[in-house]
């Protein structure tokens, strides 16, 4: 998850932390170091069958709409392989919907013409505009959809069954302690090739 302005981190955290997604801030334009180490960790995941995804957010004017593209580029570049960049705000269709206060596009911008050519405004549009519950939402109906919800669930069940044994494990750890101490004394006393320590002679044929 990547998002464009630091001050939304707060907003994207529960969300993200929630279905495990790591997420971070670009501060504007990614620097090229940003996105050659993003590169060299998403060709990593490659080798290991994964397919990487980025789900992006930005703001709806000329320099945010192209900062999509020109992540998408360089990671390829970086990486030597597409990455799919999927934006998932803000777009036209959530400016529509969510109705967020325009502020004027900078006709300064050299990718302002485009800007105004591709959606035919001359208004644009900041991601933080949104209320943090429809940022949210948004996010969390995205990775929703990518989710094996079975698998997942499954999953979260195994983790909470492993917690639990191991609290059990803490709270008895005096007890166990114990019970190793006196196996390791067994196993010194018992001859060689025997399992009578677990109440089982081995036969020549076992051995």
Known sequence: MWIEKSALLGVVAGVCNEWRVPYFATVGNSSQTLLHEAGRRFADYLNQGLIPLVLHLADHDPNGIDMTRDVCERLAFYTRADIEVRRIA?????????????????????????????????????????SPTVISNLIHDEIRSLINEPKWKAALASEERNRRLLDRVADNWTKIQKLLKRWRELVVLVPKKSDAVFGYEPNQANE
């Open 90 to 130: 803000l777009t036209m269709e959530q400016v529509r919907q969510y109705a967020p206060p325009p502020n004027f596009a900078r006709e300064t911008d050299t990718r302002y013409v485009a800007y105004v050519e591709q959606f035919g405004a001359t208004d644009c549009w900041e991601l933080d505009a949104l």
